[in-house]
Each structure stands twice: as C-alpha cells, then as structure tokens.
T-cell receptor, first 109, second 116 residues
Framework: GQNIDQPTEMTATEGAIVQINCTYQ??????LFWYQQHAGEAPTFLSY??LDGLEEKGRFSSFLSRSKGYSYLLLKELQMKDSASYLC??????????WGAGTKLIIKP | DTAVSQTPKYLVTQMGNDKSIKCEQN?????MYWYKQDSKKFLKIMFS???????INETVPNRFSPKSPDKAHLNLHINSLELGDSAVYFC???????????????FGEGSRLTVL
C-alpha cells in the first residue's frame, strides 16, 4: 500500500528558513507534488518532482530522493503570508494522487 | 476571471435532504475532479471525469452522483444527506490526456457542506 508522512505542525520566524519534510512508501511512483493551502481556501500548486534533486522556484525549493522515499519543501526568507498548510501528494503507478494530511506552518514575527 | 468556480460556497442543510454542488472551469481542461476534505484535512478523491467520461469512481456511497454535461462542467448531487457528509468539497481540473493527475491541479474555492 501507500503511505505519506509529514509533520502536523511547524513554527518558524519571519525572515528565517524552514524545511518541511515528507516521507512516503509506495510500490510505484510517478512524481511528488507540493501544494499550499491557506486556511479556508483552495490548495494551489507549488512544485512537482519526478527526478532526484533540487528544484528551485524563487523563495521555494523542493527536493526529492526516490531511493529514500523522501522529499522536502524549503521556504526561504519567510513572510507572514507563508503561514498556511503545505500538502505533500504522491502520484502512484496508476497515476492516482495520494495526499498527505498536510503540515500547518505558523510564522511568527 | 475565475478559473475553476463552484457554487454554493456554503451549504447548511438537514439530514435526509438532497443537495447539489455545481462546478465550472474555463481553462479548457479535459479532466475534472471532485475531492472531499474532511475535518482532519485529508484530501480524498471521489470522482474524476475526462471529456465527460467517468474515469475514477472511488468507493463513495451511491448517494453521491456526479454529472458532466460537457467537459467544462462537473456537478455533484448528493441524496439523503448524512451527518458524516459534512466536509469541504473541492472541484478541480487538469490538462490530462485520459490519465488523471498528469498535470497540476487547479482547485475551485471549495463548498463547505454542513449537515445538521
């Protein structure tokens, strides 16, 4: 079966850097997504990784290690507006999206 | 212009009633989805349509019936509502080729259903 784990909640300081980890177990893999979801709003796409390595997109970067079943989302120069839930989602061999429960990120001044 | 729009955004109703949620996308995408997000924030796929054809039908009660009159619309009708149906229902779309989720998902704003 498939399983996705990510921390329930994290706290960081404005201007700092935070890394949100996601570990997964799956028999087949077609990529891993990160989405951002502000409270009461819809999830919005952040990144998609299918090959090992780091993908950088502005202040946000996403890393994947397929052999370790591990990904992280790195947020730099944190802003108050980054307070949100960050959802890790795995695309399995049947192209089904399996979602993690999300990590609630709290930014403090 | 709103890319994926769904109505109503809030819905409060009594157990046993029947209700519908409508979704429209103006992105020209071929694939549309209904997701349920419960109080624990897990997103669960319910249905997926590609060009009006059903391609994913997860284990949901048959009280839930999706309808896609054209590829830009995917509506969700729920019969005999139960307390456990209370959740936020998200519509989404993607540019797929029949394989779901090959592209990024664009979500609607969600419809919060409360069953009393």
């Amino acid at each position: 079966g498939q399983n996705i784990d990510q921390p329930t909640e994290m706290t960081a300081t404005e201007g700092a850097i935070v890394q949100i980890n996601c570990t997964y177990q799956t028999s087949g893999f077609n990529g891993l997504f990160w989405y951002q979801q502000h409270a009461g709003e819809a999830p919005t796409f952040l990144s998609y990784n299918v090959l090992d390595g780091l993908e950088e997109k502005g202040r946000f970067s996403s890393f994947l290690s397929r052999s370790k079943g591990y990904s992280y989302l790195l947020l730099k120069e944190l802003q108050m507006k980054d307070s949100a839930s960050y959802l890790c989602a795995l695309l399995d061999s049947n192209y089904q999206l399996i979602w993690g429960a999300g990590t609630k990120l709290i930014i403090k001044p | 212009d709103t890319a994926v729009s769904q109505t109503p955004k809030y819905l409060v109703t009594q157990m046993g009633n029947d209700k519908s949620i409508k979704c429209e996308q103006n992105l020209g995408h071929d694939t549309m989805y209904w997701y349920k997000q419960d109080s624990k924030k897990f997103l669960k796929i319910m249905f997926s349509y590609n060009n009006k054809e059903l391609i994913i039908n997860e284990t949901v009660p048959n009280r839930f019936s999706p309808k896609s009159p054209d590829k830009a619309h995917l509506n969700l009708h729920i019969n005999s509502l139960e307390l456990g149906d209370s959740a936020v229902y998200f519509c989404a779309s993607s540019q797929g080729d029949g394989q779901p989720h090959t592209g990024e998902l664009f979500f609607g704003e969600g419809s919060r259903l409360t069953v009393l």
